[in-house]
């Protein structure tokens, strides 16, 4: 079936440190993956996406690259900021062509220090 | 309405009672997802609508859980006879067909 695997948290880094968040995928098919944030007491967000290969998704400086034959979707940052603690979850959809259920890994915390 | 409604935000029961969530979604938007969030964990899905219909309402973890849209908007979220392993953070989205998901800001459950 179609699943999510990302690395488990809690990762601690320093504010201007470089972010990697691992995640990899199984799905049938080519999905479209995506990458939510839920900030402190706040509801989930979308922060990127791509819905084919190669493509990049980038948003708030962060940046994710599709990629097929490592069936992976790794989240990326230069330069750390206090302001991006949260737990960041990586996800997939099938491409229907209606909506079908979005497939969630399990969350990373990511904690920064000033 | 501007974002994904939840009701309520927060519910206290006590054990073997019956709850319903409700979730209001951005008008105009046909699919509706419903996830179960518990603590430390990542988001499990539970069913999802395409206008009035459910294709995919595999994640229900039990009979006691039961969904339904109606008017292609409002949905609610019953838990019948609930359990202390129902308690969780219920999580409603609502996208335009394969757009982006919005979520709502959560039902905190807590079963007593």
């Known amino acids: 079936g179609n699943s999510v695997t990302q690395m488990e948290g809690p990762v601690t880094l320093s504010e201007e440190a470089f972010l990697t968040i691992n995640c990899t995928y199984t799905a049938t098919g080519y999905p479209s993956l995506f990458w939510y944030v839920q900030y402190p007491g706040e509801g989930l967000q979308l922060l990127l996406k791509a819905t084919k290969a190669d493509d990049k998704g980038s948003n708030k400086g962060f940046e994710a690259t599709y990629r097929k034959e490592t069936t992976s979707f790794h989240l990326e940052k230069g330069s750390v900021q206090v302001s991006d603690s949260a737990v960041y979850f990586c996800?997939?959809?099938?491409?229907?062509?209606?909506?079908?259920?979005?497939?969630f890994g399990s969350g990373t915390r990511l904690s920064i220090r000033p | 309405g501007a974002g994904v409604s939840q009701s309520p935000s927060n519910k206290v029961t006590e054990k073997g009672k019956d709850v319903e969530l409700r979730c209001d979604p951005i008008s105009g938007h046909t699919a509706l997802y419903w996830y179960r969030q518990s603590l430390g964990q990542g988001l499990e899905f539970l069913i999802y609508?395409?206008?009035?219909?459910?294709?995919?309402k595999s994640g229900l973890p039990s009979d006691r859980f039961s969904a339904e849209r109606t008017g292609g908007s409002v949905s609610t979220l019953t838990i019948q006879r609930t359990q202390q392993e129902d308690s969780a953070v219920y999580l409603c989205?609502?996208?335009?067909?394969?757009?982006?998901?919005?979520f709502g800001q959560g039902t905190r459950l807590t079963v007593v």
């Open positions: 996800a997939l959809q099938r491409r229907y062509s209606s909506a079908s259920k979005i497939i």
């Open positions: 989205a609502s996208s335009l067909d394969r757009g982006e998901a919005f």
């Open positions: 609508f395409q206008g009035n219909s459910a294709p995919d």
